[in-house]
């Protein structure tokens, strides 16, 4: 049980932030800190909490960073250039942000002696465009240079390097986290599970880019939030990286708009389109490290999650 603390929390505003404050706001000090170009946070339930501060800021501004960790004991880096319409449109500032601002959270980290736990958010993407039962210690992959595609994989695969690099050289005690699609209430942006939803829950056509043929490994938040607590107050967790994912919840992604349509009774139909870039065509995870040191294993089903997230966005996405 993690009480008493001051945890620095960047990408805060974000949807697997929130699950992550609403959890530990009760007994801790959490910054939340963000640029808010998604936002989460202002419309939850603990958005004016007395233990929740919230700073305005991008993770390219080291000076503001440094300032802002300060008296931190955990530090939780979730900010990130995430969607792959935007990695595509802006593959530059994918790059900058997810490198430059996770070094500058690392760095900051060891000037302020962080003791508990620094946590970095890398990508299953590193596994490249074919991950079956992929393990943390598999050979990661950095796709064709200058497809942009895969300029979100290297950004975050040099982070996760470069987390690993503090923790032999300076000590820090860093964890990285490879999350396995992440979905959930609270989701916002490019996330083709919400997308699905929202469209199925307004009766709309569901658009599907390629073949439908795509495989993936779907994660409720809930379970990944679970995973990221037992990276934080297992000390055996220190120095390592873990896959965080559901590896039971498979499915194509013409699977995964069929379910959604049967699991919310919906009329939309479903047409395919041209795929938009080059693409992922297996990701599933291979869960047996995060299980045999954090004792940890995704609970939820994938009916259950669709229905949960559903009610969610008809409650705030749709009204």
């Known amino acids: 049980m993690i009480s008493g603390k001051k945890i620095f929390i960047t990408g805060g505003a974000g949807f697997i932030a929130n699950i992550l404050i609403s959890r530990l706001v009760e007994d801790n000090k959490i910054i939340a800190f963000d640029n808010f170009h998604r936002d989460t946070l202002t ?9 929740l501060e919230i700073v305005k800021g991008d993770v390219l501004d080291y000076n503001l960073v440094f300032e802002s960790m300060k008296g931190a004991d955990i530090v939780i880096h979730a900010a990130a250039i ?24 690392l760095e900051a980290a060891k000037e302020h002696k962080i003791q508990d736990r620094v946590v970095d958010f890398s990508t299953s993407e590193v596994f490249g465009s074919r991950a079956f039962k992929s393990a943390e210690e598999d050979e990661t992959t950095s796709g064709t240079a200058g497809e942009a595609r895969w300029t979100y994989a290297v950004s975050k695969l040099a982070g996760e390097h470069l987390s690993m690099a503090y923790y032999k050289e ?5 964890v990285s986290v490879r999350p396995f699609n992440v979905y959930g209430p ?3 942006g490019e ?13 709309e056509d569901i658009s599907i880019f390629g073949d439908g043929n795509q495989i993936r490994a779907w994660c409720y938040v809930d379970d990944f939030v679970e995973g990221l607590m037992r990276c934080i107050e297992n000390h055996d967790a220190v120095g390592e990286s873990f896959n965080i994912g559901n590896a039971r919840a498979v499915v194509t992604i013409y699977g995964l708009a069929q379910t959604v349509l049967r699991v919310l009774n919906s009329k939309s139909k479903i047409i395919f389109k041209p795929a938009l870039s080059a693409d992922v065509e297996l990701r599933i995870p291979s869960v047996e490290k995060a299980d045999r040191i954090l004792g940890f294993r995704a609970q939820h089903d994938l009916e259950y999650g669709i229905a949960q997230t559903a009610q969610w966005i008809e409650r705030y996405l749709l009204k």
């Open 43 to 51: 419309d939850s339930e603990f958005a004016k909490h007395a233990n």
């Open 82 to 105: 995430a969607g792959i319409d935007t990695v595509i449109k802006r593959p530059t500032h994918t790059m900058r942000v997810n490198m430059i601002g996770t070094s500058n959270v």
């Open 170 to 174: 300076f000590k820090l005690p860093t």
């Open 186 to 188: 609270g989701q916002t």
């Open 191 to 203: 996330g083709a599970l919400q997308i699905f939803i929202k469209k199925a829950l307004k009766n």
